[in-house]
């Protein structure tokens, strides 16, 4: 895996868009970036997934820089069912298994 | 799509019994799933991976012959713990692979008493 780097917290004001920053430097050209969040006491949520193109679906979008080293999760509308745990994972291509780093909490205020 | 379900969701034993816990994959095929375990305040810890019809490959420092693995279908994978102590207790989570991406499941609290 590409060593990935996110700050451990953020807050984000409801309704704003919540930008959610991942350094991966060691990333080689053919890892993937995912991104997945975890509400507590649940197992993690699928939100989106990209190579270098920017990606968008009905959750979120990814930016993922030129140069590949570094990825923006975006959430454009930000909801208190939001606050949760956020994971960007960049796993090798064989295998593709999943190691986990600390995340970023997001906490999502009213 | 791409649903993930584990079963049970919460399952409190003795110490020295066995616990198994199954992991389906409900609306696609997977040929590889993976077994997760996670500490209070802590992040996902890799277990094992499980590929239908061949052994589990399990990672460092996991005991292969404590955490037992099956992958007996493309839609079902199983791990049981064996002769579980309370340092077992945790919550496992699995997740199935389907193309390109993870699901996971809900997630099995385990306590032992």
């Known amino acids: 895996d590409a060593k990935t780097t996110q700050p451990p917290s953020m807050d984000c004001a409801e309704g704003r868009a919540a930008n959610l920053p991942c350094n991966h430097s060691?990333?080689?050209?053919?890892?993937?970036v995912y991104w997945y969040r975890q509400i507590h006491s649940q197992g993690p949520q699928y939100i989106i997934h990209?190579?270098?193109n920017n990606e968008t679906n009905e959750m979120a979008s990814l930016i993922i820089t030129e140069d590949r080293k570094s990825s923006t999760l975006i959430l454009p509308h930000a909801t208190l069912r939001d606050t949760a745990v956020y994971y960007c994972?960049?796993?090798?291509?064989?295998?593709?298994?999943?190691?986990f780093g600390t995340g970023t909490s997001l906490t999502v205020i009213p | 799509g791409a649903v993930v379900s584990q079963h049970p969701s919460r399952v409190i034993c003795k110490s020295g019994t066995s616990v198994k816990i199954e992991c389906r994959s409900l609306?696609?095929?997977?040929?590889?799933m993976f077994w997760y375990r996670q500490f209070p305040k802590q992040s996902l810890m890799l277990m094992a991976t499980?590929?239908?019809?061949?052994?589990?490959?399990?990672e460092q420092g996991v005991e292969k012959d404590k955490f037992l693995i099956n992958h007996a279908s493309l839609t079902l994978s199983t791990l049981t713990v064996t002769s579980a102590h309370p340092e077992d207790s945790s919550f496992y989570i699995c997740?199935?692979?389907?193309?390109?991406?993870?699901?996971f499941g809900p997630g099995t609290r385990l306590t032992v008493l």
């Open positions: 997740s199935a692979q389907e193309t390109d991406t993870q699901y």
């Open positions: 060691t990333i080689s050209g053919n890892e993937y």
């Open positions: 990209g190579l270098k």
């Open positions: 994972i960049a796993p090798r291509n064989t295998g593709n298994q999943f190691y």
């Open positions: 609306d696609f095929q997977a040929t590889t």
């Open positions: 499980s590929n239908e019809g061949s052994k589990a490959t399990y």
